[in-house]
């Protein structure tokens, strides 16, 4: 299980990039997660909750009522265009840091 | 699912009622019991279901920094504090000049005075500048 203070940093890019690939929910979001890393990270979902609220304030996500479930209706979320552009860049400095932390403890 | 409900409530009793708040712990229900159905499914008691859904909802305090709770930032008081020791520090040197002109005016001696009460708005000053 991955300490959760490692990854914080890169939680924002992780659930953007979900929310580009689709249109995405809360629950499936956590459960994408889940299920991609095996169950060798699980999101807190209060973690989640303060990343939408940040996300969407720096406009980068948008959120709507959408499909309804048994409960009630589903709030979905959105990438907006500057949300792209900021993935995109953090994506190309992620690549970098990657290299540049390899250099250090790979091999 | 009532508990569900309960437990959504006493998490957010701290944060001030606001339209954002209504509308987050909507959403942190619904998706609570979609996770709790969820969960019944793969074939947990409903039970069980609610206290996994809420063990692993983690800790509030993330989400309240999130909102408006954080500690309110201290306003920056220093520009105020400058003025006032100018003011001050003006009317004090005032008085020196007219006591040292109106009871000994053969004798210069304010400037002493004067120069030890500068410092309090210079002080004032690198303060100001240093909270910028």
């Given amino acids: 299980m991955i300490r959760s203070d490692i990854i914080r940093g890169h939680l924002d890019s992780i659930i953007l990039r979900l929310i580009l690939e689709k249109d995405r929910y809360g629950y499936e979001i956590s459960k994408e997660i889940s299920l991609r890393t095996d169950n060798r990270f699980q999101i807190k979902e209060a973690t989640l909750y303060a990343v939408f609220q940040r996300l969407e304030k720096k406009e980068l996500i948008e959120s709507y009522l959408g499909g309804v479930s048994q409960g009630g209706k589903r709030k979905y979320y959105k990438i907006t265009m500057l949300g792209k552009a900021y993935l995109n860049e953090i994506v190309t400095e992620w690549k970098e840091l990657k290299e540049i932390i390899d250099l250090f403890l790979e091999g | ?132």
Avoid at chain 2, 30 to 48: H, M, T, W
Avoid at chain 2, 100 to 121: A, K, M
């Fill in chain 2, 1 to 132: 699912m009532k508990k569900l409900k309960i437990y959504v409530d006493e998490l957010f009793k701290d944060i001030p009622e606001s339209d954002q708040k209504i509308a987050i712990k909507e959403e942190v229900l619904e998706n609570l019991e979609e996770k709790v159905l969820d969960l019944i499914e793969q074939g947990k008691e409903e039970e069980d279901a609610i206290n996994k859904a809420i063990v692993e909802f983690g800790d509030i305090e993330d989400l309240k920094n999130e909102f408006g709770v954080k500690k309110p930032v201290n306003k920056n008081m220093t520009k105020i504090n400058l003025a006032y020791s100018i003011w001050g520090s003006l009317l004090i040197i005032s008085l020196f000049i007219f006591i040292n002109f109106y009871y000994s005016p053969s004798v210069i001696w304010f400037v002493y005075p004067t120069f030890v009460v500068l410092w309090w708005p210079l002080t004032m000053y690198f303060k100001w500048q240093r909270s910028k």
